[in-house]
DNA sequence: TCGCACACGTTATAGCATAACGCAATTGAT
DNA sequence: ATCAATTGCGTTATGCTATAACGTGTGCGA
């Protein structure tokens, strides 16, 4: 899917997920808009679908929190599953995609008849530093 | 770990999930148990995180629900990444463990220095049934 | 110009989870 | 036996996450 042009809510949701360090919760977000005029869940929610939808942001289920996508040119083509080390400590979150693994799960899920539409995979754990 | 004797919440808890066809949200626990004495979300949750630590229930992140282990015994080594499969038509959920998926991911971690503590593989989707 | 699709704004509500307090029962070391 | 520590339990209150339902405005093609 193209990524059409962003509308001004969507945009400054996209921006405050990109210029964060980590995931941020929906909430999270609101309050860092209030200044630009923000004022409901809705309007937060709202942009992110969008978001997700156009592969810019990732949803990370175990936090309930958003990232910027860090590769949204290969979501174009929607390439693959996409999966996320969460570090307990730092909150740092590493997006990664392995060919291998989607491939395994791909056979797997074919053996149960079962037709794929989103795949979560995300580990918890510490980083390098935090270890 | 070894399986202490259950409390007697937690084991209401328990049926309550063993005896469900799918996923149960804690307050839709909450509701089954109320005949037998449950007032409070606090006391599904916390025999919840008590089964959890047992390895007798999982926690659905993609759904904040819970399900019944269907191999609890495996689990008393505490072998292995669990990953399921979720069907949006009938709610189903299947529970498997797949050993090239571990040491894919295993490897992947230790690459960047990562250490593990937990994983969540989660596939949505329809089953073949709701197809 | 009419109708439709879409983004937006607002209020209210629903659904999920935990904080903080205190009490009761159990255990086990002294 | 007794005291202290641990664990489970019950209750009230609160906080965080997400959506329902309604109406407005704008752009665009039939």
Redesign the interface.
């Known amino acids: 899917m193209a990524t059409p042009q962003l509308t001004k809510n969507q945009t400054m949701v996209m921006d405050a997920l990109s210029h964060s360090e980590g995931p941020l919760s929906a909430y999270t977000i609101l309050d860092k808009l209030r200044d630009q005029g923000f004022r409901a869940p809705l309007q937060v929610y709202r942009a992110l679908d969008k978001l997700l939808e156009y592969g810019l942001v990732h949803r990370l ?2 936090l309930n929190a958003f990232v910027a996508c860090t590769c949204p040119h290969e979501h174009e083509h929607d390439h693959g599953v996409t ?1 996320f ?1 969460i ?2 400590g730092c909150g740092q979150v ?1 997006e ?1 995609h ?1 060919i ?2 989607e491939q ?2 791909s056979a ?2 074919r053996a ?17 530093s935090c ?1």
Chains 1, 2 share one sequence.
């Open positions: 289920e175990s999966a080390t570090c307990e590493t990664f392995d291998a693994i395994r799960l797997l899920t149960q008849n079962f037709k794929t539409e989103k795949t979560t995979i995300e580990i918890r754990g510490h980083c390098q270890a």
